[in-house]
């Protein structure tokens, strides 16, 4: 049985991404160096890592920075975050809005090209309800 889960994104420069996730969602550090940070946000205990890509730990062949990647993190108030992220200069790479399958969200890029969407649940639409199970 697994006894943790996390992701672990490839960045190449992991004091930048470390620092983005510190200072903009508040995670804290639980192990560092300067070639991989393990966070975890000392509320809610979600976790991740940043790994650089050249380290001689990823196998020949998949030392690739991430890309293709969306990290979902889930607020009280995606609103204040969005202003929040905007004012700070976060790179924007889709605005605020509402989808009909219930969530409130703006996307930003973190400095490793990460997508990181910023969400709120909201109440989805009628023809959504049926796909939320129980």
């Known amino acids: 049985m697994p006894t943790g889960c996390y992701p672990v994104l490839c960045t190449t420069d992991v004091a930048a991404s470390a620092a983005f996730y510190r200072e903009h969602f508040g995670f804290a550090a639980t192990f560092e ?9 000392p509320e809610s205990g979600h976790e991740l890592a ?8 990823v196998p020949a062949g998949y030392g690739i920075p991430a890309a293709g990647v969306l990290v979902n993190l889930e607020l009280d108030d995606v609103d204040e975050v969005a202003a929040r992220l905007t004012a700070a200069g976060v790179p ?6 509402d989808e009909p399958f219930g969530q409130r969200h703006v996307i930003v890029r973190d400095p490793g090209g990460v997508l ?19």
């Open 92 to 97: 924007v790479v889709q605005a605020l809005r």
């Open 33 to 41: 160096a300067d070639w991989y940070v393990s966070l975890r946000h």
């Open 50 to 57: 940043l790994l650089d890509p050249a380290h001689e730990s």
């Open 116 to 134: 990181v969407d910023v969400i709120t649940e909201i109440e989805p639409a009628p023809e959504f309800l049926a796909a939320f199970g129980g």
